[in-house]
């Protein structure tokens, strides 16, 4: 065997194990049977604070980056007359949708024409 195919199968199991190891990691987050979200911590306060208006796949279906997540959540403050959110709420709730919900394929938005780089 030359060292190319050695490194070429020494490459292949390092590449699926690595795909593994992500799969696995990936099946360990515990989903709500309730809401589809994932269970982790911030997941009351999502619960109290955005399911009270919206089905959870506005979440679910929307990834966003934790600063467009506040954006979202300004624009409900402003426009719709969502509550004040004290500081450690909104963070729990940013970190929270930050961490399980964030960008990771461009989605289209909650409204279809709803620039959130307008939104201070």
């Not at 795909?19 to 309730?34: R, V």
């Not at 990834?63 to 409900?76: A, N, T």
């Not at 909104?90 to 620039?115: A, C, F, H, M, R």
């Amino acid at each position: 065997m030359s060292l190319f195919e050695i490194g070429n199968k020494i490459l292949t199991v390092f590449t699926m194990t690595s795909i593994l190891i992500f799969h696995l990691k990936a099946e360990s987050k515990k989903i709500d049977p309730e809401t589809n979200l994932v269970m982790d911590k911030g997941f009351y306060a999502v619960v109290e604070n955005c399911l009270t208006c919206h089905p959870s796949n506005l979440i679910t279906e929307k990834h966003r980056s934790k600063e467009d997540w506040l954006k979202v959540i300004k624009w409900m403050q402003t426009d719709f007359g969502l509550w004040e959110l004290d500081k450690d709420t909104k963070k729990s709730i940013l970190d929270y949708l930050g961490k399980n919900y964030s960008k990771v394929k461009k989605k289209e938005g909650l409204v279809p024409n709803l620039n959130l780089n307008n939104i201070k």
